[in-house]
């Protein structure tokens, strides 16, 4: 009895100690294995971004489920940590069968740890399903001329919006050249309104306007370049004369004085165009729904929409378009045998005509060949009709940059186009910088 | 019960002992065993091992492994996809020779020490007032405190609305300030003076409770005493007030300057490291390398560096100020 309390008191202290390095190691270990979406079960798990157009997928689901026996589950995840999420899970147990991605760079990682399913032989075996889609969408997608992706969601090229009332306030006329733009810009500061809404401090909302402009002078080849690793590209005479023509525009006061505060994300942009304080609006066809939530008047009757013009002596092709061509699903190397044939079967159904009908009626325009038809069911028939010409005339989509470049590279690009924009970074400073930067 | 028990027996003594400051439980044993006292005494004071258990292992799961899985990654390159590749030291001569790094590591001194500088007087002042009697004391207080229970992020958000050049309250005050056209956050001295503002305005709260908790806590005696010799009011703050809140700045500023150097949910809300990286603090250059990037490796070090940094300056801070000596700033009284 008398010496029990001290030997007890050390077995006690070594056996916590035991316990709790038991404990932690077993806690650890856990962290990484198991969990949902398990491999064994006669399912495939697929993953969407959840947003409002999540409800098209889910109805896909369900009628995938109706015709197979492997079913199909989805997983809605939602949107902010999607891509975190995507990222970190492949590679390990928990990975998805189907996902869905943006393309381009948003993969290119995956493609290069051979994680993807090469989709050539199933189009080769079913040529209708590469017909389904527009030629440069599909190809937006693609990595290495290889393509990973079929097109599920709608269109987002980026569109160069203008406010109806202010034109007509203005006795205006929506820019056909870039002569017209550059006078407008002048027209609009005269009556106190700023020519274009743009904001400063989403870097993502510059880079259009850099896509647009490289792509007007020098033609879709010289991202291409640089997209394939080639860091020249960035010597190319239309990055230069683009950051120029940037530099240009922002001393001129095309974006007002204040840009460099305005956001996108908080919508003071958007308010800033549909109040008339601005004039136009250079951004994602999403711009469309977004007034919609926000501001239904005026999306209603006050947006207007046309192209980006051509620039004198560039040459690019006017009717090439920029933004994201759309979503896309994408099936896990590691899906085999019966599961990979289900997975497969799965993407296709987003060529069906009744999906491309059920992102119409979400307000989506889909990336589908057969879609013409459908496109008078769009709430604002016109709009989907534009858009839709738009793309399918386009002989080039260019994928975003900061989608189709590796992510190692998307920080350095939005914080040097803002410097540029902000004046903190001089033309021939930005072409260096990206030299430097971007690999 | 136990209690109790111990009042009772405490009066009596029992001097062999020593100063009676255990619970009755461990008495009662080293009654029993009379004649053992170092058994007994061994015995009294601390709870056994097995109590600290969910706290190690929370803190082990938590924020040793994941530290030490950083210590590992640091060395080597790794996009979050496959295995990591050891680098070797590549990582940390490339933070050697960034110049965002370097700017992030002078941008993250300044807004530390701009932030003591801003809300250690503040929060003192408030505090020292909210200890006192006044009238409307409680109701004052307790609107101060408000901004502390509110989520960071939340509150980042509706600072960003505010503070937007065309529709927030910055449009109308900011000519008023030097930022015409309420252009704030795309000024650089602009930006990060807001992010100054924003985290002081939501910190506060919390030192002032921190130093109104001190300030309680001195004796009404030191006053009596004071007033008696005529000191007025301004007197006793700085004569009995500050010297007795010693310790207490100590932990305030402990907590200011670590919660400052790893400072990040308000930047990325509301400047996003811009304009151009002239806000980009080192936690918010750990997340856009780690997160943006995907260069996990390179991220990691920045990691790493935050931990010994912050972690040196902490202990430097309790070396310096004397706080370790655990003197009391009551001595002889």
């Known amino acids: 009895m008398t010496m029990r309390t001290p030997r007890s008191r050390s077995i006690l202290r070594a056996s916590t100690l035991a316990a709790a390095l038991l404990l932690a190691t077993t806690t650890l270990t856990a962290c990484g294995s198991s969990g949902p979406g398990g491999s064994d079960d006669d399912s495939i798990d697929v993953w969407v971004y959840q947003d409002a157009s999540t409800k098209v997928q889910r109805a896909v689901v369900e009628r995938f489920n109706k015709t197979s026996k492997v079913k199909a589950k989805l997983t809605e995840v939602p949107g902010e940590g999607y891509s975190d999420k995507m990222r970190t899970s492949m590679g390990t147990p928990n990975a998805p069968d189907v996902f869905f991605n943006w393309g381009g760079g948003s993969i290119s990682d995956f493609v290069k740890e051979d994680m993807l399913v090469d989709l050539g032989p199933s189009f080769k075996k079913d040529p209708e399903l590469q017909k389904a889609f527009i030629p440069s969408i599909l190809k937006a997608g693609a990595v290495n001329n290889t393509y990973y992706g079929i097109p599920m969601r709608g269109m987002q090229p980026v569109i160069l919006f203008y406010n109806k009332k202010v034109f007509q306030d203005a006795g205006a006329q929506p820019p056909k050249s870039w002569d017209d733009l550059l006078g407008l810009i002048n027209t609009f500061k005269k009556k106190g309104v700023t020519p274009f809404a743009l904001a400063g401090t989403d870097p993502w909302t510059e880079l259009m306007w850099v896509e647009y402009l490289v792509d007007r002078y020098g033609g879709a080849e010289v991202f291409k370049r640089i997209q394939s690793g080639d860091a020249s590209g960035w010597d190319d005479p239309a990055v230069l004369k683009t950051a120029e023509t940037i530099k240009e525009l922002v001393d001129r006061g095309t974006f007002g004085k204040n840009y460099k505060s305005v956001n996108y994300t908080a919508d003071g942009a958007s308010t800033l165009f549909a109040k008339g304080k601005a004039a136009m609006h250079l951004m994602g066809s999403w711009e469309y729904a977004n007034q919609k939530a926000n501001q239904p008047d005026f999306a209603k009757s006050g947006l207007g929409w046309t192209t980006f013009p051509a620039i004198p002596d560039g040459n690019g092709d006017p009717k090439n378009v920029v933004g994201n061509p759309t979503n896309y699903w994408s099936v896990n190397a590691k899906t085999k045998g019966k599961k990979r044939d289900a997975a497969i079967e799965f993407v296709k159904f987003a060529a069906k005509q009744d999906y491309s009908k059920d992102l119409i009626a979400n307000g989506d325009v889909p990336a589908t060949s057969d879609a013409t038809s459908l496109l008078g069911k769009h709430e604002n028939p016109t709009y989907a009709q534009f858009q839709y010409d738009m793309v399918r005339e386009a002989p080039s989509f260019t994928l975003s940059w900061d989608q189709a470049l590796s992510a190692k590279n998307t920080p350095a690009l939005h914080t040097n186009i803002q410097k540029l924009f902000n004046g903190q970074l001089s033309p021939t400073g930005f072409v260096t910088a990206m030299q430097k930067d971007i690999k | ?333």
């Open chain 2, 1 to 333: 019960m136990a209690g109790a028990d111990s009042a009772a027996a405490d009066p009596k003594g029992a001097p062999g002992q020593g100063a009676p400051r255990g619970g009755s439980g461990r008495r009662a044993v080293g009654r029993k065993a009379a004649g053992r006292k170092a058994v007994g005494r061994n015995a009294v004071g601390r709870p056994s091992a097995a109590w600290a258990l969910p706290g190690v292992l929370f803190f082990v799961c938590f924020a040793v492994a994941p530290m030490l899985l950083v210590g590992y990654l640091a060395f080597t390159d790794w996009d979050g996809i496959g295995s990591p590749q050891w680098t070797g030291t590549d990582n940390w001569s490339r933070l050697w020779h960034d110049p965002d790094m370097r700017q992030a590591v002078w941008l993250s001194l300044l807004l530390t020490v701009l932030t003591w500088l801003v809300q250690t007087p503040i929060a003192l002042l408030l505090g020292v007032w909210a200890a006192g009697r006044q009238r409307n004391r409680a109701v004052l207080s307790a609107i101060f405190f408000l901004p502390l229970l509110a989520s960071s992020v939340a509150l980042a958000l509706v600072w960003k609305q505010l503070l937007d050049p065309n529709f927030g309250l910055i449009a109308e005050i900011g000519p008023a300030l030097g930022f015409e056209d309420g252009d704030l956050l795309g000024d650089p001295q602009g930006a990060l003076g807001a992010i100054l503002f924003v985290t002081a305005w939501q910190f506060i709260p919390l030192h002032t409770l921190i130093y109104q908790g001190g300030a309680r806590a001195i004796p009404r005696s030191l006053y009596d005493a004071a007033a008696i010799d005529g000191a007025g009011t301004v007197r006793q703050f700085f004569s009995i007030t500050l010297p007795q809140l010693r310790n207490t700045v100590v932990t305030s500023s402990v907590i200011m300057v670590v919660g400052a150097l790893t400072f990040f949910d308000t930047v990325l809300i509301l400047t996003k490291g811009g304009p151009g990286t002239d806000t980009s603090i080192v936690p918010f250059l750990m997340y856009k390398n780690g997160f943006q990037a995907f260069d996990l490796g390179y991220a990691s070090a920045v990691a790493a560096l935050l931990v010994v940094v912050a972690t040196a300056v902490s202990l430097l801070l309790v070396r310096l100020t004397g706080f370790s000596a655990m003197r009391s700033t009551r001595e002889g009284m």
